[in-house]
């Protein structure tokens, strides 16, 4: 196999990446995105969708490493993950936090999303 085909087939494989993402993954990822930053928390399915963009984008970085005219579309793709995830986090902890309005606050422990991280881990049989 010649250099020329490499890279032919190198281009069609970003040629199919980049048009499934922007036809079917960039939407959700957009529509992730507006749904946390009203505050929502993330369900499951998104994710997992999330964890299968990155773990495609992981299965694509050979390829990509060798295309510099991507780097600034795998640039933006990885900050529009990390505002998803981020803000994610925050919800979850937001809406993980007690009410501490009014008498309540004399009388609730505050549990911080770390502190229950580490009790979950130190139960046992839980994983």
Do not use: W
């Amino acid at each position: 196999m010649d250099v020329n085909t490499v890279e032919s087939n190198n281009i069609g494989v970003l040629t199919v990446l980049v048009t499934q993402f922007r036809r079917s993954r960039l939407p959700r990822l957009l529509e992730i995105k507006e749904s946390v930053i009203h505050g929502n928390k993330i369900s499951e399915e998104d994710i997992e969708f999330l964890n299968n963009v990155i773990s495609d984008a992981n299965h694509a970085i050979p390829t990509v490493n060798g295309v510099p005219e991507l780097h600034s579309f795998c640039s933006h793709v990885t900050h529009l993950i990390q505002t998803i995830t981020e803000r994610a986090l925050i919800n979850e902890e937001k809406n993980f936090l007690p009410d501490l309005s009014n008498d309540q606050r004399t009388h609730s422990p505050i549990i911080t999303p770390k502190k229950a991280a580490r009790a979950v881990t130190l139960t046992p049989g839980y994983s």
